[in-house]
């Protein structure tokens, strides 16, 4: 038995299916707009504005996760916030981006990273600003560091996946690692290996919601799955990308 970058695709497959905008209503991707005083904030989303109180400093332009907390008969209440990645924001225009069947393709096979390679050159040189021409250098970047970078499109959503194929010392074979970042689910993390001829999946989402969502979601994948919320007292922790950009960084390219 063997395993290759395919099996990640009925995750990407599960975590972007048309009921997730329906089944996490409570996780919010909002901007802070700015700061009022006395830890009350102005933040707002594309349906409204509001004014909400943290207990923790939230950075005047940042864009955060926020889970919404509810009791039964009563209106939801503020959680905690979540710093998005900033290559959340700053990829959200570039002229580049997969669709979900795009993704699906390269994962499958049936469209080789050398291409994608050979997209990015593409569309460098044809680059007709500073921040297109900066944005598409990164993604090169990331391929250069043996990261998979891909701006990625999801229904009305926005997202970002990373990928990135190691060896495990421990086990003492190569494994999968990969990242998402996706607008209605949060951070989200995972390994794909291969232990005595059957293939394992590890987890790690920021918030019970996603937790509770995937694991609904998915019931029908035939490999063992372990899905892990990493919360300390209710409080979600951050998730790091595999491969962070240097947005103030010289650029030195070698294709």
Sequence with gaps: MSFTISELSNILRSVTSPQE???LIKLLSVDVTSSLGDGKYLIENP??????????????????????????????LVGKFLEQPAMLKEFANIPFKFDTKELHELLSGK??????????????????NKEDFTQISNLLLSLMQNTLTIPLTYQ?????FQMKKRYNKTSKKSQLDFYASLAKLGPISGTVMLLDDEIFINLDVAFT???LFLEENLKELRYKTTLHAKCQDGISENIPPLYQFQTNSILDINV
Excluded: C, R
């Excluded at 504005?49 to 400093?57: C, E, G, Q, R």
């Design 111 to 128: 469209k080789s990273i050398e291409s994608f390679k050979t997209d990015l050159l593409e569309h460098l040189s044809n680059a007709t």
């Design 156 to 160: 009305q959503y926005f997202g970002v």
């Design 47 to 76: 349906s409204t504005k509001v004014v909400v109180s943290s207990d923790k400093p939230l950075a005047e332009g940042g864009k955060y996760w926020l889970e919404l907390a509810t009791k039964h008969n009563e209106m939801p």
């Design 21 to 23: 905008a329906k089944a």
């Design 209 to 211: 919601t996603t937790k």
